[in-house]
């Protein structure tokens, strides 16, 4: 059965997507998100990952091309930051009923927390003012289940048309929320800003995406030379030598 592409406009009060070449703890973020992210907003409408029961996972999404409906606008913001992190294995204990999770105390002294914290810091971050996207993608059913892409195809635009979603999209950072509307007939929409750049290397996705990824799951950090022509990053299938994956440098040294 053939691939179905689905459209989604996106658009929010602000964005980042934090370049890894933008400072050590300042971030920069790209002109439009990169594959990670653009999958991140179709995966929160509908997906079927990681099934902790059965170890399955039924298809992942495919970017195919990221369309600029605004052009980039920067603002800078500062942000108040904690500077440690969860700790994980706390929190798997919690999920088991084994005890309890360890809170980040971002102002609290020994006295009062009972252990030394790194409390909170001011950073800046440029992000992006009024960003508003069309992101083109379609499913990769898993093995096993491909004879569900008919099935796929209609639950996600059911619940696309009608608003619905697993969790609320966000444009790179959690708190900069996204709102999404499915398009319906993507010849008939306002063509894309007229801009160009070349990004260079840019971030494809931090896993795998030819396996099952659980929360266990290892960083899997794939690039590919990224470039904004008249409004338009072409993504590359992952599958795709234009994708640059730690796998296969491995091969090339050895």
């Not at 020994?110 to 971050?125: I, L």
């Not at 069309?134 to 996600?156: W, Y």
């Amino acid at each position: 059965m053939r691939e179905q592409t689905h459209v989604i406009e996106v658009w929010g009060d602000f964005a980042c997507f934090s370049r890894p070449d933008g400072g050590k703890v300042e971030r920069f973020s790209y002109p439009c998100p990169p594959p990670s992210a653009a999958r991140g907003i179709f995966d929160a409408i509908y997906c079927k990952g990681w099934d902790r029961y059965t170890g399955d996972s039924e298809f992942r999404w495919q970017v195919e091309k990221i369309e600029l409906l605004a052009e980039p606008a920067y603002i800078a913001l500062r942000r108040n930051e904690v500077k440690e992190k969860i700790h994980v294995p706390s929190v798997e204990k919690w999920r088991g009923g084994r005890g309890v999770v360890q809170p980040i105390w971002a102002d609290a002294d020994k006295a009062f927390s009972g252990a030394d914290t790194k409390g909170r810091t001011q950073r800046q971050t440029m992000a992006l003012r009024g960003p508003r996207y069309r992101l083109h993608a379609h499913i990769v059913p898993r093995p096993g289940f491909e004879d569900q892409r008919k099935a796929f195809d209609e639950q996600f635009e059911r619940r696309a048309r009608q608003g619905k979603c697993f969790q609320q999209p966000f444009l790179g950072c959690r708190e900069f929320v996204s709102f999404f509307r499915y398009v319906e007939s993507p010849e008939a929409e306002p063509a894309p800003v007229d801009y160009s750049q070349e990004l260079g290397f840019m971030v494809y996705d931090v896993f795998d995406l030819r396996k099952v990824n659980d929360w266990h799951a290892r960083p899997f950090i794939s690039l590919f030379q990224a470039n904004i022509e008249n409004g338009v990053l072409t993504v590359p299938p992952f599958d795709s030598d234009l994708v640059l994956k730690p796998d296969a440098a491995e091969r090339r040294v050895g």
